[in-house]
């Protein structure tokens, strides 16, 4: 877990505890605020509200609204434009700010003004999301190497108790009724017993194959829930049960001859 | 000067000092190794363990947190892999004591299950382990289909899987023959048989495979052949192109 920095916990429970204090001027029975001078100056009730939660100094305030009065006497005519005059609000003298009078100052007598305000995520655009991720190691490494020791003492213990299986040297004058496959091709060996062998060998596992192969180009439901993957999951289970169920037959189910049998009459004709 | 006794101690010290500071420790002890002088465990220390090791770095740094967690499909994948070594390092042991003719193939087996210390337990070990992998990889492509994992952008890793179930079903399979005993020669009769059937060419498929009309010494060092150099070098081929797209394609793929 990431601790959080003390700073940035202490400026938050001072961002808390100033948006609480602005909540309660706003709602207005006392008349405590936070921003004295804002409050003091001439400017009617709305605009101190906006005032003393936004971040703009209080002089640029009063500028823009002595400007947005100029305007509007403007517009009312040329004659009331002295009446107006008095009435607005007293704009300080640029003279009387901190910023230094010089020739290269602008209007006001600031020696920058704001252009514009880039708003983060316009221009630089973070396009990935984090992602909730662990280092390999050893989340994963010791995963996987738990998991090798497990497989190995398996493979290890199982070998010492149970030996491969070694029958009588090689006889091509003396053939073990039954033979059989491999395990793995026992589920081929049971399908001969139905087909010709060109359609048992061949054509059944050479086509499965190709469409286990093209699964992916054939199945074009993006998807991956289980619950919208009906057909392609139930079609599969079927196709795997079905060499199951062949391979369990002809392994435990086939005695001499090939012969249907069941094992715990005849016994296992079964060889690993 | 101090007395020996209380200085063996630091002497010993320096010594280690100097040899863990020395060219050759920190080339094979490399940044994130817990034997390097002021090791600690640090995020960047646990992506030096992944960035300089050789066997390692199959992994990327960091993985998604489902990625890592316990399951009964984890790691079916990489024990297929690993069972890989372990078939190779035991079937080295073999090669030792096994000559791939019909007058020998079975008299060296015997003379290794009787005769050779842990031969017997080897052999075992590699037979069982190949049944095994057989096993695992089957379940690892059922665990692959049920999970979707074949969808984009995995659609081409899929088909090298299924050619490396291909393999890992012929691997199986020429190993199948090596003992030379009844129950090797008459399942590769069978199977044999069975590819002589392909339209066309099925002879020809069934001459090469076999070095002849009829199984026999012939067959014996060409299966043995395939199965100790040809196939394992193609198969570590498609098994390089699999760990690299499975990377390619963003680490395994999420939760359903």
């Not at chain 2, 066997?55 to 990489?78: E, N």
């Not at chain 2, 075992?124 to 952008?153: C, D, E, Q, T």
Request: aromatic share 12%.
């Amino acid at each position: 877990m990431v601790e959080i920095p003390e700073h940035l916990l202490r400026r938050a429970a001072e961002a808390r505890a100033k948006a609480e204090a602005a909540k309660t001027s706003k709602s207005g029975t006392t008349a405590q605020t936070a921003d004295a001078a804002t409050t003091t100056s001439t400017t009617n009730t709305a605009e101190s509200d906006s005032a003393s939660t936004s971040k703009i100094p209080a002089h640029l305030l009063e500028r823009s609204q002595a400007a947005r009065a100029a305007s509007a006497a403007s517009e009312a005519g040329p004659t009331s434009a002295t009446a107006d005059t008095n009435t607005k609000i007293p704009v300080q003298p640029p003279t009387k700010r901190t910023t230094p009078t010089g020739t290269l100052t602008g209007p006001a007598g600031h020696t920058q003004r704001l252009l514009t305000v880039v708003k983060s995520g316009s221009i630089q655009d973070v396009k990935a999301k984090p992602q909730d991720k662990v280092h390999v190691w050893p989340h994963l490494l010791a995963a996987e190497f738990v998991s090798t020791l497990v497989i190995t003492a398996f493979v290890f213990l199982f070998s010492v108790f149970v030996n491969a299986p070694l029958l009588e040297l090689a006889n091509f004058n003396q053939t073990p009724n039954p033979s059989k496959a491999p395990w793995y091709f026992l589920g081929l060996q049971e399908l001969l017993t139905m087909f010709h062998p060109m359609v048992a060998g061949v054509t059944i596992p050479g086509v499965g194959l190709l469409i286990l192969m093209l699964a992916p180009y054939i199945d074009k439901n993006p998807s991956k829930a289980p619950e919208d993957r009906k057909f392609a999951i139930s079609l599969m289970t079927i196709h795997l049960m079905f060499w199951a169920v062949l391979v369990m037959i002809g392994s435990f189910f086939r005695g001499p001859g090939f012969n249907f049998v069941f094992p715990w009459d005849a016994g296992l004709f079964f060889e690993l | 000067m101090k007395s020996p006794i209380h200085s063996l101690p630091e002497h010993l010290r320096t010594i280690s000092d100097r040899v863990k500071k020395s060219q050759a420790w920190t080339s094979i002890f490399r940044p994130g190794s817990i034997f390097r002088p002021g090791y600690t465990d640090n995020p960047r220390n646990r992506s030096y363990v992944i960035m300089n090791s050789v066997l390692y770095h199959l992994h990327p740094v960091k993985v998604k947190r489902h990625a890592v967690k316990v399951s009964y499909t984890l790691c079916l994948g990489g024990l297929s892999f690993f069972l890989f070594i372990l078939l190779t390092v035991t079937g080295i042991f073999l090669m030792f004591f096994y000559r791939p003719t019909a007058a020998q193939a079975w008299d060296d087996i015997y003379a290794l299950q009787t005769s050779v210390t842990f031969g017997l337990l080897v052999r075992n070990m590699h037979r069982w382990a190949a049944h095994l992998m057989v096993l695992s990889v089957f379940l690892h492509m059922a665990r692959v289909f049920y999970h979707g994992a074949y969808k984009p952008p995995r659609e081409f890793n899929w088909v090298i899987g299924v050619i490396l179930l291909k393999l890992t079903l012929l691997l199986s399979f020429t190993g199948y023959l090596l003992p030379w005993d009844q129950l090797a020669l008459w399942a590769v009769t069978v199977g044999t048989n069975m590819m002589g059937y392909t339209p066309v060419f099925g002879d020809q498929v069934r001459f090469v495979l076999l070095g002849g009309v009829e199984i026999g010494t012939d067959t014996l060092l060409r299966w043995y052949v395939l199965h100790v150099l040809m196939l394992p070098f193609v198969i570590v081929i498609f098994m390089a192109i699999h760990f690299w797209r499975v990377r390619k394609d963003g680490g395994i793929s999420g939760p359903l």
